[in-house]
């Protein structure tokens, strides 16, 4: 049985590979009636495109004019505040005078991804030269949105990133298919995240083009940073994104089977729809915010720095080829080398705490250093996260995180004050917090059970999506994960970027962030990461203390004999626990003796409901980690 299964999943292979290129003819069909039925609707004959004043724009203009080579000048801007984020992308985009180039890994079809498409539409209509690359297997699930985009402007060029089989949607089917037959290079993505204008002045960090990581997602958000930088590092990342540009597996859009062949069968396209967002009066507000000076002035440019070195480094394309390649991991080989200089303080924060191996020689020569440095990790938790099997790893290991490489080791809570504060101040009215917002009606009117970021909902043209579900809850509200990742060290440098310091950023997605060697910069990123520590905002991951005399300390020696067996890790007592401050008491680390006195243990997974997540954990903790790399 087990054959005929393999035979049959090999032939379903091998069909979809024969069927997933296309013909020159097809190609050169769909680029002429792309030609012909594009939209060339101009709204702008100025030289200048009609760009609107940007004090984001300028202050980047006066570094560049003011750098030499030896003495460069950067304007730098943490964009910690969701609201700022999205709102300095906005203005960065109406003030685009030559090019706006877009790198992204996730592009939804929720109200912040047609936000940025209409902005990038306006824009290109107006004159300016706009190219959008996102990864393929995130973004744009929809060929008729990427058929109509296709013309929308012939200054608009949008390109997929390593497409599965050639499409620009990926089905379970051929999902499956694709782990099947060529896995390697299924599972080689492109993560980096870039907003580039004129040349001058860009933005990186952890967010995607989805509701979700900026706040306006009305029961799950994540918890996200990003840094703006005007100066000599914006040419940086634009040698980077032309070298993801003008890579092969950078698939424009009359080469994408589904998209070239609603090309050709509709040689008349509509024009693009008019927006129609869930919450236009959230998106008029942000809209209106980008062309206040005084609200960017308050919100933006008065915590931006000017400083002199700023580096962009980014993985090449070439990683997801030749990952043995030294020059393609470069970002990766550089964050090493900063962790491995560390002599007083590391400050990390990542969503998914799996170490690579690297790290972990790394991080065990620190722990052994006189004195070692101290590494502060902030994660999630399993409350927190929606990536339940990548938590279970880091399960798994927690005993070897606090033992062998000292962590301090912070993991959010799903309902943090810090991050309920931010979405409260990205002004959001949630039409559904009623009395009980758990029961909506569906589209035929049925009140059913709601799960947070579960919906399906309308897209652009119709589709729909379904987003990633997270373990539920013992309490309610609403819950806010942790994608931020970012590193200090030794208040001196900080570096804000899309690296998870894991083993698919170090040898499978390419990655890309921005680091400041300022001290003034490193103490704003590390005030952020700190602030996600406090007693409110996250659990410490501490010791286990033994309840009994004799079977207490027994426990402990089970349990790490079988955290060291590759498979059937199934001891469910493990070395360390979650802890929650008491009343009254002063926030201290677990090495302190009145730890103990002044926190109590609330579980392994606090808040979390007894589900399929959490048995889920328990069997990837026991029998994954084999997949540790690939997670």
């Given amino acids: ?119 990038l539409i306006a824009a290109a209509r107006r004159g300016v030269d706009v190219r959008i690359l996102a990864d393929q297997l995130f973004s ?52 980096n995240k870039l907003l580039l204008v004129d040349d001058s002045i860009g933005i990186t960090g952890g967010r995607n083009y989805q509701d979700r990581y900026f706040n306006w997602d009305n029961d799950f958000d994540y918890v996200d940073r990003d840094v703006m930088v005007g100066g000599p590092a914006a040419r940086e ?29 509709d040689p008349t396209p509509p024009p693009w729809p008019a927006p129609h967002y869930a919450y236009p009066a959230r998106v008029a507000s942000a809209q209106a915010e980008a062309e206040d000076p005084d609200w960017l002035a308050q919100h933006v440019s008065d915590t931006s720095l000017l400083t002199g070195k700023v580096e962009y480094f980014s993985d090449r394309p070439a990683k997801t080829e030749q990952p043995s390649r030294r020059e393609a991991q470069e970002f990766t080989a550089h964050l090493m080398r900063l962790v491995n200089n560390a ?12 170490m690579s191996r690297r790290a972990e020689k790394i991080f065990e020569q620190l722990h052994h250093e006189t004195p070692p440095p101290r590494i502060i990790v902030s994660t999630n938790s399993l409350a927190s996260t929606d990536a339940f099997a990548v938590y279970a790893l880091s399960y798994k290991h927690r005993k070897n995180y ?53 919906e399906r909902r309308p897209g652009l043209f119709g589709s729909n999506g379904r987003r990633n579900r997270p373990a539920p809850l013992l309490s309610a509200g609403r819950r806010f994960g942790l994608h931020a990742k970012s590193l200090v060290v030794d208040d001196s440098l900080a570096m804000v970027g899309t690296h998870n310091f894991d083993p698919r950023s170090d040898h499978y ?8 060697y300022d001290a003034r910069f490193a103490a704003q990123v590390r005030a952020s990461i700190m602030q996600a520590t406090e007693p409110q905002n996250a659990w410490v991951i501490a010791p286990r203390k033994p309840t009994i005399p004799v079977l207490g300390p027994l426990s402990q020696m089970i349990g790490d004999l079988s955290a060291r067996l590759p498979l059937f890790d199934i001891w469910p007592f493990r070395y360390a626990t979650s802890y929650e401050i008491k009343p009254d008491c002063t926030p201290m680390l677990p090495g302190n003796p009145d730890f ?25 903790t026991a029998f994954g980690a084999g997949v540790k790399g690939v997670l």
């Fill in 509 to 516: 997605n390419t990655e890309a962030g921005v680091i400041v």
């Fill in 237 to 265: 990342m634009a040698a980077s994104f032309n070298l993801f540009w003008r890579h092969k597996r950078s698939v424009p859009l009359t080469h994408l089977r589904d998209v070239n062949r609603l090309i050709r069968r």
């Fill in 140 to 191: 744009f699930q929809d060929p008729t949105l990427l058929e109509r985009l296709a013309r929308t402007s012939p200054n608009l060029r949008v390109r997929l990133y390593n497409p599965t089989f050639q499409n620009s949607r990926t089905p379970p089917l051929e999902f499956a298919a694709g782990i099947l037959c060529c896995f390697l290079k299924f599972n080689q993505r492109m993560h």
């Fill in 402 to 454: 606090l033992t062998q490489y000292g962590f301090d080791i912070f993991e959010m809570k799903p309902h943090a004050a810090f991050a309920n504060d931010a979405y409260m101040q990205a002004d959001v009215d949630d039409e559904e917090d009623e009395a009980d917002a758990s029961i909506v009606p569906d589209a035929k009117g049925t009140r059913r059970k709601r799960f947070p970021g579960t």
């Fill in 596 to 620: 103990t006195r002044c926190y109590q243990p609330v579980g392994d997974f606090p808040d979390v409901a007894i589900s399929p997540k959490s048995i889920y954990t328990r069997l990837i």
């Fill in 1 to 119: 049985m087990r054959l005929h299964y393999s035979v049959l999943l090999a032939l379903l292979a091998a069909a979809l590979l024969q069927g997933c290129t296309l013909t020159h003819t097809q190609i050169r069909h769909a680029d002429a009636v792309v030609a012909a039925s594009v939209d060339r609707q101009g709204t702008c004959n100025r030289p200048d495109h009609c760009a609107t004043p940007s004090p984001l724009l300028d202050a980047a203009t006066r570094a560049l004019a003011d750098s030499t080579p030896d003495r460069p000048e950067h304007v730098v801007t943490l964009l910690d505040d969701s609201e700022a984020a999205l709102v300095a992308r906005i203005n960065l985009i109406r003030a685009a005078r030559q090019s706006i180039d877009v790198q992204t890994y996730i592009w939804d079809e929720d109200d912040t991804g047609q936000l940025m498409l209409n902005e």
């Fill in 343 to 354: 002599k007083h303080e590391v400050i990390l924060q990542t969503p998914y705490l799996v």
